[in-house]
């Protein structure tokens, strides 16, 4: 199948469970993921109308997306989060969704008080408390959070997470969800291509999918 078709397979798959499930289908984004895709296949996805993307390298992203594809898209970063990149990362992407430490914070906000345009901002949470994994544990949430607004004037548009690999999400999900609820946020990102209807059972605002949009990656 063509990534368009996959596409709107997926489309289709995510609008029933909305209705099964009460939501409305325009309350969810979905980001597709294109680490790894050549921009062909990128290009025909946009040709649809699908804008939002999903990297996670800053070099593979300024190497593949010319500023053109760029303007037609919105990107959404979901890579490991360096504050020492901050910089660049914030001239090419539209969302980072993995902010998880104070440096990074702190230099989001410098770079806040020089006037540069800060994407929107969500909080990674290391939902299954791995220590592979990197995120903001569950009970630290709440301080992080405070944290970023108080004492680094940010603005955080939301959260997300990855569920361990291997192990049923719905627990994690729901967790997610009643940490997001706490503290009044929205915007939740998580569920990829093997859990993204439980996750928006379990109240995913957004969800990243990639090899079910666009096949196997490229090495």
Request: hydrophobic share 35%; with cysteine.
């Amino acid at each position: 199948m063509s990534v368009i078709d996959n596409y709107k397979k997926i489309v289709e798959k995510i609008k029933f469970t909305c209705k099964e499930n009460n939501r409305n289908y325009k309350s969810i984004n979905i980001v597709a993921v294109s680490k790894k895709q050549d921009i062909s296949k990128i290009r025909s996805l946009v040709s649809t109308g699908h804008k939002t993307f999903g990297e996670n390298r800053l070099q593979e992203t300024i190497e593949k997306w010319s500023e053109s594809d760029r303007k037609a898209a919105r990107l959404h970063f979901i890579g490991a989060l360096q504050s020492k990149k901050i910089k660049k990362l914030i001239n090419i992407f539209n969302v980072i969704e993995t902010l998880d430490t104070e440096s990074s914070a702190k230099k989001i906000s410098v770079l806040k008080s020089q006037n540069f345009k800060i994407p929107k901002i969500l909080i990674q949470i290391n939902i299954g408390e791995e220590p592979q994994k990197r995120g903001v544990l569950p009970s630290n949430f709440s301080d992080f959070l405070n944290m970023c607004k108080k004492k680094y004037n940010l603005e955080i548009s939301g959260a997300m997470c990855m569920p361990p690999a291997g192990k049923s999400p719905r627990k994690y999900f729901e967790n997610m969800r009643h940490i997001c609820n706490k503290e009044n946020i929205k915007n939740i990102s998580m569920g990829m291509s093997n859990d993204y209807r439980e996750a928006i059972i379990c109240g995913s605002t957004i969800v990243r999918i990639g090899s079910s949009i666009f096949g196997e990656r490229r090495l």
